[in-house]
């Protein structure tokens, strides 16, 4: 992927993206991150973007053709076989893997 499309892309999601409603609810579920040290707190919403904004640009440097993603503090980042780039906030989610149930037979 071209680098300009890569960073036009990054930059469409940061603009789109609901930073403050993802900001507001981890406030109120107290969704702590690691700040060192031992310790944690909730992150401001500078850091929230922050961290979002690394994870589509580490995801979007991946192997073309490939769907790929990468994910923390509740961030999913995805590369589509067709170079499209999505960002998911996920506060639940639960796979089935079918390679589970193949091996069960």
Known sequence: MKKELKDKMIADIMDEFDFEKVHDIMKYL????????????VPSMW??????????????GREDGKCSYISTGGFMAMKHEDCSLTLHFVLE????????YEEEE
């Open 30 to 41: 107290n969704w702590e991150w690691a700040i060192g040290n031992g310790e944690s707190a």
């Open 47 to 60: 850091r929230i973007m922050e961290q979002a904004k690394h994870l589509l640009e580490e995801v979007a």
């Open 93 to 100: 989610s639960f796979d089935a893997d079918i390679e589970f």
